[in-house]
């Protein structure tokens, strides 16, 4: 070959190679031809509106981002939440971007099976139905609703009575019956009070679970706090009294486990106590002497014989409660536990009446929306007269009773009823769920976060909803449907739902103008206006009240689960209890991943529902963990695998409500057991609410079922983790308490992770020098309380993978920040939660042991990880002694739209690549940049991530270390700081604060 | 046992180069298709993700690693044989130092594919190679990873250049003999050897220096292999006896895996004569010896986690014994320190069945012993919470089947193409055996 001929080849050679090896173009890249006003790429919009996961009605903030709402925040103006949002707030994203979200209506042929049609369609289908179902009072239109805000609640009202029909039946599966029929009993009136929690010293607790479900959860988290966190080296006591240790009872200072639905006697027994105490002088002789006679009975004996507590715990408990100066007592559960349900909740709020005469601690200014539900027992005759005399048109709004009914009540009647010819039903549902599929026509209309609207929680509370995000689907919005097919357009009362709701809003909100109402209300969030204390007085006890307390408390129930304690070996009844779950509330949440992933906060169970039950119980039925029994009742039986816990009573099975559904698409299907399967049809005759404890019997199968526990083990073995001090250390005057200056786990001190903490003696490196800031984060662990939203919030600002049942199995999940549950070794009903995530270690093992420099400590003492350079050899993770790396095993899925949520300021990571907590660096250098606009450094308290944004009760601190003068700094300097085996000298930026406990 | 004559050792030697029969390359075929099962698994790993395998969180090291190891074990033997043992004279390791050398080198080829099947983005292992870029980023040397590159790639190179320079003369001898293409090969192989006497002095001395400079790789790689251990803070692995404790326990496997391999060779090639019961009683006595250390630094571990009274180790070591991982652990304990004491028994260290057993038992608990602790340790480490469990998946199992294949798939390419035992060194032996005699 020539020189020349191979100069021109090796030139056409390289030339080829290099236009071969362009990067594809992207082929559909084009902008906005009309771009939303507010909307500019790249930048963040937030808009305020009410969470409608659960009737409680936090404000939230929608963070928008390129017209998608990405996150969602708690709005800290709304007096309900002041800015912190549970995980069931935090993953209506998911219900949002649900891939089994119905993005078209669809009407049932003649063979059952449904078939898409367009919104027009739907809605000439939908207005034909209602005119021809019109002027029929009964056998015409009817209609089912959740709770809904007032406005929308009228229009439904006005609709429907248009077309001569009776008002919606608000169904609600937590209505609170046997509360509000206490309420009627002692007051006369039924309504649902709010509690001035944060002012009592003294919380006694009938299983009312405040931090999981009960009314309004979040509320109650931070009120709860504020009364039980360390404040100026003082905190109220807490005793929950109930048959399972719930969330809220593991946060007690004393769980008295007692039989189920025998928390009337304990009541009834602290009447008599305070009675006997001299207290009570200001009752009217009427009640006072009716109150004496019907507890006078309740002994300490006989409350103990009754109960199964101990004579010694319940005088620890009276006398406690009658110490103390401002005491609150709550009344039972958002599930009605069984027939003693009205009696313990009469009892609690006449507890209440004796020993604080002025009620100050009840709030009846104003009562929650939840009220407006309908009881079961209504809700139930409801569905028997449809049965009965079916009306034409049955529209459901947002309601499941398919599915929130016991089945031998739902499934068995509602469905059969609605299947009938006669009714033809619409589900206004978004979801396929059990009630939309034995419906006729389903008609998805706008979801919370896309709607003009409003709700508040309680009344007195305008809030205001606004759409946050983009349509996915032309979906029109309920209240627009409804002004067009029920109204006709000279009769319609305003144009569209918007203006509707203007003009009511603006009359509520005080507001003149739209613009007004626009700048002042909408965008708040509503009108939060700090209005003149209502001087409400509290309401006279009703005289009578006492009559209803008679009676023995120790019926059906109460004789089911005393079998175990008595020391036989095996009874045939045990009693039953089906739970309302922080995670999937009455249901709703069960086809939300992050909600299916996050773990139960007390058994640490992800995706399935575990049957849970006392050691004791388990030797009795020869059981070992993961088990699976099955257990029958007269009304069902189910099959599920088996917990063992001391935070139950022997002779009693829990199971958290929630999963187990038929139809309710593919996260939630199959997944876990509906314990309401083994619930009797008939509801509580007193209260009329559902009844949620059975008596059932249980037999072992042969087979096992892995439990997706994410907790290798319950103990922390004595090591240096999770640690408590008691309230007497705390409070002791001689504040130089002992500085440890040793070696070993239980003697090292705290080696802060910046130049002070370089020790030439133990340290091989020199310190790590840092340029301004050095971020550290305090956990408080004295206020945590274990409800898992600030894992939720991680999972929806990380873009953290979920992974599915099997993957868990495996051990792979992904949380960046898990709440870890370690029981006492002596006293295993001693619960502690840590929230562990990476500790940003100035020393940290995971950077050495890196090839290529993975991880990296940056200027500001974050511990990086660096994806693109990672290659997985997974030394990190092997190395790092709190295990808080994660691992991408897969490139983790998220079905179309479900990636419409990822945040785009945070990287999807790919297979092979590890991960974890980075302290959100996005939100660190988001304020960086506003800081270098202004010319400052960082503001103390402007960065927060956001599991600290979420956390309903302030555990989480997080600032720089460097700055004397910042919050976390005074933090670590607090005597009950310390670092997570801080003996390994790995210098861990996150400090812990002992938890502070109290024995009385 | 008479004495071999010098062209008896070469028509033993050079008989095993005739063209193999049909059931030679039936394994061979076999061998292949065991190599493309684990070729397909892994293929199918970098395809879906590195979660086909079993580990997980906490334990994220699993089968990989434990092979790794495991053939880095092997490996040692053969070098300490053939180095090692060279330069203390020691005889009878010259029939089968030909043979534990290649061993050495099929078994690091073996083992060097383990850390870039381990890798969640093997595509990007080139990450670790010292490579000047415009970053100015380098590999972290502080990382017992890169130690371990750096070793691994040191003792690769040395070890096949001291089998290399050893077979010349053998090869030079085999090309005498053969034919056609064959004898191509081996001309060129020889690298122009013809046995003159500058040749003759040059190889003996550069053999000399090789040994000698193979000799500090024998302990130093597998010191690096432990120190990917011993320099963690995971309870159960950050421990100061790992260096020794690991290159003891590399012996021990090789050793063993020397004897599994050579009996079967002496069987099929008629090397009885060569490899004589001796030989292999040789091997067995310094298995005890190994085996001894290996139980001792068993103990050691023990004893300190007791004297340390760190909860942690304790409860680690505790757990080991007889937590979830207990059969494994006393698969080792016994295979690897029990067992090979029955070879102070005479009659059963010259009995080849035993010796076979034995061998394969000490190659099993070997691998158990890796198991243990690269499983064991991060199974159950500081935070109880995070404790978890692992087992193999069918991936991890296909993968362990290709790269068993592999090794033995090229030992029988080895054995059918070239001396198996060093004619040189055997013909060093029966002259120095002559001159002792004289």
Sequence with gaps: ??????????????????????????????????????????????????????????????????????????????????????????????????????????????????????????????????????????????????????????????????????????????????????????????????????????????????????????????????????????????????????????????????????????????????????????????????????????????????????????????????????????????????????????????????????????????????????????????????????????????????????????????????????????????????????????????????????????????????????????????????????????????????????????????????????????????????????????????????????????????????????????????????????????????????????????????????????????????????????????????????????????????????????????????????????????????????????????????????????????????????????????????????????????????????????????????????????????????????????AAACYAENNVGTVGIERMLEGREMSWLAIQRYMDDDHPERVIFLPMLCQHCDNAPCESVCPVYAPHHSKEGLNNQIYNRCIGTRFCSQNCPYKVRRFNWFSWQWPEPLNLQLNPDVTVRGKGVMEKCSFCIQRIKGAHGIAKNENRKIRDGEVVPACMQTCPTGVFTFGNLLDEKSRVRKMVEDQRAYQILSYLNTKPAVFYLKKVTQHI | MSRLSYAEIDRTVLDTLTPPRRAYWLTVAVLFCGILIGATCWGYQILVGIGVGGQNHPVAWGTYLINFVFWVGIAHSGTLISAILYLFRAGWRNPIARAAETMTVFAVCTAGLFPLIHLGRVWLVYYMLPYPNQRNLWPNFQSPLVFDLIAISTYLTVSSLFWYTGLIPDIARARDNATGTRKKIYKILSLGWTGELEQWRHYSRGYLFFAALATPLVISVHSVVSWDFALSVVPGWHSTIFAPYFVAGAIHSGLAMVITLMIPLRAIFNYKRIITDDVLENVAKTIIFTGLIVGFAYATEYFIAWYSHNPVEIESFRWRALGDYTVEFWIMVICNTLIPLLFFIKKIRRSVPWLFGISILVNVGMWFERFVIIAGGPAHGFIPHSWGLYSPSMVEFGIMLGTFSLFFFLFFLFVKHLPSVSMTEMKELVHEGENSHD
Aim: proline share 7%; with cysteine; glycine share 10%.
């Design chain 1, 1 to 790: 070959m020539k020189r020349r001929t191979f100069l021109k080849l090796a030139g056409i050679g390289s030339l080829s190679v290099a236009a071969g090896c362009t990067s594809r173009p992207e082929n559909t890249l084009y902008s906005l031809v009309r771009a939303p006003h507010d909307m500019v790429t790249g930048e963040v919009r937030w808009y305020a509106s009410v969470c409608r996961e659960c009737p409680a009605g936090c404000g939230i903030l929608a963070k928008a981002r390129e017209g998608r709402a990405v996150k969602i925040e708690g709005n800290p103006y709304h007096p309900v939440n002041r800015g912190a949002i549970c995980m069931r707030g935090q993953a209506a994203l998911q219900g949002l971007y649900n891939p089994d979200r119905l993005m078209a209506p669809k009407i049932k042929g003649h063979d059952g099976t449904f078939k898409d049609i367009s919104f027009e369609m739907a809605k000439g289908i939908l207005q034909k139905k209602v005119k021809g179902a019109a002027g029929k009072a009964e056998g015409g239109i009817r209609m089912v609703t959740e709770t809904t805000g007032e406005t929308l609640y009228e229009l439904f009202s006005d609709a429907l009575g248009r077309s001569g029909a009776l008002k919606p039946l608000v169904l609600e599966p937590f209505a609170y019956e046997s509360l509000r029929a206490a309420h009627k009993a002692a007051f006369g009136d039924e309504a649902l009070i709010s509690y001035r929690m944060e002012g009592a010293d003294f919380l006694l607790c009938f299983g009312a679970d405040f931090l999981e479900t009960w009314l309004s959860p979040v509320e109650y988290s931070r009120k709860f706090a504020a009364m039980h966190g360390l404040e100026e080296k003082r905190k109220g006591r807490f005793f929950h009294v109930s048959p399972v240790q719930t969330l809220t009872a593991a946060n007690a200072d004393l769980w008295l486990g007692c039989r189920p639905d025998t928390e009337a006697a304990v009541a009834m027994g602290l009447i008599k106590a305070a009675l006997d105490w001299g207290r009570g002088e200001h009752l009217f002789d009427e009640l006072k002497h009716g109150l004496s006679r019907a507890t006078a009975a309740y002994t300490p004996e006989k409350v103990s014989e009754e109960t199964g507590i101990a004579v010694e715990d319940f005088n620890r408990l009276s006398n406690g409660l009658l110490e103390s100066r401002w005491p609150l007592v709550l009344p039972t559960g958002s599930a009605n536990e069984g027939p003693n349900a009205v009696k313990a909740d009469i009892a609690s709020i006449l507890l209440n009446y004796i020993i604080n005469p002025t009620l100050s601690l009840f709030d009846f200014t104003g009562p929650q929306r939840v009220t407006t539900a309908a009881p079961r027992a209504e809700a139930d005759q409801f569905f028997d007269t449809l049965s009965g005399r079916p009306p034409e048109l049955l529209l459901i709004y947002n309601a499941n009773p398919v599915y929130g009914f016991p089945p031998a009540r739902g499934v068995e009647a509602v469905k059969a009823m609605l299947e009938k010819d006669a009714p033809f039903v619409v589900a206004f549902s978004n979801f396929m769920d059990e009630t939309a599929a034995v419906a006729d026509l389903i008609f998805p209309t706008r979801l919370p976060l896309e709607m003009w609207d409003e709700y508040g929680g309680k009344e007195g509370i305008y809030a205001t909803l606004q759409p946050a995000t983009g349509l996915l689907a032309p979906v029109p919005h309920i209240g627009d449907l409804f002004l067009e097919v029920f109204y006709s357009a000279e009769n319609r009362p305003a144009a569209d739902y918007k203006s509707l709701l203007m003009r009511s809003g603006m009359e509520k909100a005080g507001v003149r103008s739209e613009r007004e109402w626009l700048m002042d209300v909408i965008r708040v969030g509503g009108s939060f206006k700090e209005k003149e204390p209502v001087k409400a007085n509290a309401p006279q006890v009703n005289p009578d009240v006492p009559a209803m307390l008679s009676g023995p408390v120790s019926d059906s129930l109460s004789d089911y689960g005393n079998g175990a304690a008595s020391g036989e070996t095996r009874r045939e009844t045990l009693a039953f209890l089906a739970l309302p779950s922080i995670r999937f509330f009455d249901g709703r949440g069960g086809n939300r991943p992050w909600l299916c992933e996050i773990p139960d906060p007390m058994t640490k169970v992800a995706w399935n529902t575990p049957a849970i039950l006392h050691p004791e119980t388990a030797a009795a039925y020869k059981l070992a963990q993961e088990d699976l029994v099955e257990i029958e009742s007269e009304w069902g039986k189910l099959h599920a695998p088996v917990y063992i816990t001391a935070g139950i009573q022997p002779g009693v099975i829990a199971m958290p409500m929630g999963q187990g559904h038929w139809g309710y698409g593919r996260y939630a299907d199959q997944m876990g057991t509906n314990p309401l399967i083994l619930m009797p049809p008939h509801t509580n005759p007193e209260s009329g609410g559902p009844i949620c404890a059975a008596p059932v019997t249980m037999v072992k199968r042969g087979r096992r079922e892995r439990l997706a526990n994410t907790d290798g083990s319950r103990s922390q073995h004595g090591r240096t983790i999770a640690l408590t001090t008691s309230i007497e250390e705390v409070t002791a005057h001689d504040a130089n308490h002992p500085v440890k200056h040793g070696l070993t786990m239980h003697d090292a001190p705290i080696w802060m992770p910046t130049p002070e903490g370089y020790d030439k003696h133990k340290d091989f490196y020199p310190a790590h020098e840092h340029d301004g800031y050095r971020w550290a984060m305090t956990v408080d662990l004295d206020r945590c309380i274990g409800c898992g939203a600030c």
